[in-house]
């Protein structure tokens, strides 16, 4: 089995955990990744994960925050022969993709064509879904429909949070990966088409999107809190202040949505949701460490009866 010539292309810590599996098992010939960008309040220059790890590892990285046009020569000239993207957020142009003589496969963290677009690992718990995956696939200029190679599945658990599915994914998603190269390299890779009628999409999560909406049910109040964890956090605002919640598991109870249900060292603090009421037993007030709900009742003074926005 003669070895192909890759060439990956990705982001944030999720390529970065994939690149990892992938040179582990297939030589990597080189990386490409965009500039590194200004954070902070000194706008120092931060590199990408997907930069530090290839660094760590001895590959080559080329930077391009839009390598279709600014890179195109300098991958070229790479005489690459397949190349591999996950989590890369770079439209690839075909004349781009015309470079891979064995084409261009993505690692993409859903059950394809489910969750099609950004953010699926957080979707996939936001909604309450009890399985998710994994998927190779070749790169089209549709965003994540190309057919697929394989893909790979996983239970999620019921108290996992987006980002402990995050990690279990990544580490998925390199299996997989280095199995499709190696299928590749055998000439025994056998692609098939997405069924567009299955097909879902989910976009961008932003940090505003976290704010808690009490009408919802208790079980979709679970699953908002765990798909928004560990970012944006799921928040809600109390005296003013903006208050992250880690936890919100189904208590009992009823009253109007929001409403402070009982807030004591015995029952801990229950609110009022659309179907019932749930206990807000991890919270985060601003400045402070997580802690639980009890201990932060300690220190602040809520009453039953008391809306919380």
């Known amino acids: ?73 300098a991958v070229a000239a790479l005489s690459p ?27 993409h963290a859903s059950l394809l064509p489910k969750y099609r677009g950004a953010s699926p690992i957080q979707w996939a718990v936001l909604d309450g879904e009890k399985e998710t995956g994994v998927t190779v696939m070749r790169t089209v200029k549709e965003v994540d429909a190309g057919d697929i190679l394989l893909q790979k599945r996983t239970e999620i658990g019921a108290d996992e949070t987006a980002g402990e599915l995050f990690e279990r994914l990544a580490v998925l998603g390199g299996e997989a990966l ?12 056998v692609y098939t088409p997405q ?24 079980r979709e109040l679970d699953c908002f809190v765990r798909g928004m964890t560990p970012w944006p956090s799921a928040w809600m605002t109390v005296a003013g202040k903006r208050v992250k919640v880690f936890s919100a598991k189904p208590a009992e109870g009823s009253g109007e949505p929001g409403t402070v249900i009982s807030a004591s060292a015995k029952t801990g603090l229950v609110v009022a949701c659309g179907d019932g009421a749930v206990r807000l037993g991890v919270l985060r007030p601003e400045g402070k460490p997580r802690m639980s709900d009890t201990a932060w009742l300690a220190g602040h003074s809520v009453n039953a009866g008391e809306r919380l926005q």
């Open 1 to 73: 089995m003669t070895e192909p010539k890759i060439v990956f292309m990705g982001t944030p810590d999720f390529s970065a955990k994939v690149l990892s599996a992938l040179a582990a098992a297939h030589p990597v010939a080189a990386v490409v990744t965009g500039t590194d960008k200004p954070v902070g309040r000194g706008y120092a220059l931060r590199p990408s994960p997907l930069k530090v790890e290839a660094e760590r590892l001895g590959i080559p990285v080329l930077q391009f925050d839009k390598v279709s046009r600014e890179g195109l020569d």
């Open 178 to 189: 280095v199995e499709a190269v190696g299928l590749i390299a055998a000439g025994r890779a």
């Open 195 to 218: 069924d567009a009628r299955e097909a879902t999409h989910c976009g961008m999560i932003a940090k505003e999107d976290g704010k808690i909406d009490f009408g919802r049910t208790a």
């Open 81 to 107: 022969d397949l190349g591999v993207t996950a989590a890369f957020g770079q439209i690839l142009s075909e004349k781009f993709l015309s470079l891979f003589p064995l084409g261009v496969i993505n690692v």
